[in-house]
């Protein structure tokens, strides 16, 4: 059996703990929480400095894409960034491998226990059916608004799906890409093949130019179409902003992560909030510097009282895959959030959103894995950005 105290245990369970012990066994289950040290057996518990929380959860990631760290520049902008993603596709089978399995590593050694992982191949199922990770895999699929094309882009994912497990606590479901990439059609086939109470994942306003293809028709997602060869004539613009069409054409009775965000308003996140309750919104602050160098305005967030969970995105447009990494890129630059708000969403928001009830919170009899933050605690308060670093613990 295994004991530990720190200066502040924060379960998600209750207010934080003051100098209170956690009994752990070899496996990470946890078998006590003490609150009261004064009658507890303090013989070989291990005391460290900072803040013990819950495991992390990386409620965004595409771990296929592990092998191109480095490939594309920072600063690019998203449609750049994509046409590099889409194009850059000549690797040998034997390095994406290798770097699959050592993006699987990185994030367990940097204590994340759930990743939500987005999918348009088979490359990662290997890595995920032996992972100590528990893994949702989003099958992500677009037509770019090729209404004739929807049946087959499904018909060319449920391949990818089939080969996707789902045994033991590793789950999977279809998923839209983003507005501008799915028909409507498309969205009627995830809404047809995924059951309710599934999590379904999309990419959401990540630049101005999203919602100016919605709204009247204009902006860099023209050029981009046209880049490609790809027909839009048919398309209408909605005069709304593009998450209103995404939304309208999801069943609100899945778990809707929106991720990236960065150009969602107010009127946008109230919208979604309004449509359909169990909204999440998974921030990739790294990722969206990498490639935008911009960040949400995460005060809009909690103005609505969002769900705001946490993700890497890739090693395509990240320097690695951290959530502790994340959390400190959010408090440096809007340090007005609270340290604890911030690690509610590294951990319970990130549990809820992938539908994993036993993660996110320190609770005997469960195994959320453990990790520890080594920053000065001065009466229960601490800064995230100054933290040393963090460590898995179990």
Not at 181 to 189: C, E, I, M
Not at 195 to 224: P, R, V
Not at 274 to 284: D, H, K, P, S, V
């Amino acid at each position: 059996m295994n004991k530990i105290t720190a200066d502040l245990i924060i379960t998600n369970d209750g207010p934080p703990i003051t100098d209170g012990i956690v009994i752990y066994n070899d496996n990470g289950k946890i078998m006590d929480v003490i609150q009261d040290v004064s009658d507890a057996d303090l013989d070989g518990v291990q005391k460290v400095r900072g803040v013990l929380l819950p495991g992390y959860i990386n409620a965004h990631c595409h771990l296929e894409l592990s092998h191109l760290k480095g490939v594309i520049p920072t600063g690019t902008g998203l449609i750049p960034f994509i046409q590099g993603v889409v194009t850059l596709r000549d690797f040998p089978q034997e390095l994406i491998d290798e770097k699959i399995a050592a993006g699987d590593q990185e994030m367990y050694d940097n204590g994340i226990v759930a990743v939500g992982d987005i999918s348009n191949k088979v490359d990662t199922a290997a890595v995920k059916d032996q992972s100590k990770i528990r893994y949702y895999t989003f099958v992500e699929m677009f037509d770019f608004l090729q209404e004739d094309q929807a049946q087959a882009t499904f018909d060319q994912y449920e391949a990818v799906y089939e080969g996707q497990s789902s045994a033991g606590n590793n789950k999977k479901s279809f998923v839209p890409h983003a507005p501008y990439s799915v028909s409507k059609s498309l969205f009627g086939f995830v809404n047809e093949h995924n059951q309710a109470g599934d999590t379904i994942s999309i990419h959401n306003q990540e630049l101005t130019a999203e919602n100016d293809l919605f709204l009247d028709k204009s902006g860099e997602f023209l050029d981009f179409f046209k880049g490609f060869n790809i027909g839009i004539d048919q398309f209408e613009p909605t005069g709304k902003t593009s998450i209103h069409y995404a939304l309208q054409h999801l069943e609100p009775h899945f778990r809707t992560i929106m991720v990236h965000n960065t150009k969602s308003s107010k009127e946008d996140i109230a919208y979604a909030q309004l449509r359909n309750q169990q909204t999440y919104w998974a921030t990739c602050p790294n990722a969206n510097l990498y490639i935008e160098n911009t960040l949400p305005d995460y005060q809009n967030f909690l103005d609505c009282g969002a769900k705001i969970c946490i993700g890497t995105d890739s090693l395509s447009s990240n320097w690695q895959l951290s959530i502790f990494e994340e959390m400190k890129t959010i408090k440096k630059y809007q340090s007005k959030i609270d340290d604890l708000d911030i690690i509610k969403w590294a951990t319970y928001n990130g549990a809820q959103a992938l539908g994993y009830d036993d993660l996110g919170r320190i609770r005997k009899d469960t195994t959320p894995g453990l990790n520890h933050i080594d920053v000065e605690v001065v009466d229960g308060k601490f800064d995230i950005s100054k933290a040393i670093g963090s460590t898995r613990i179990a």
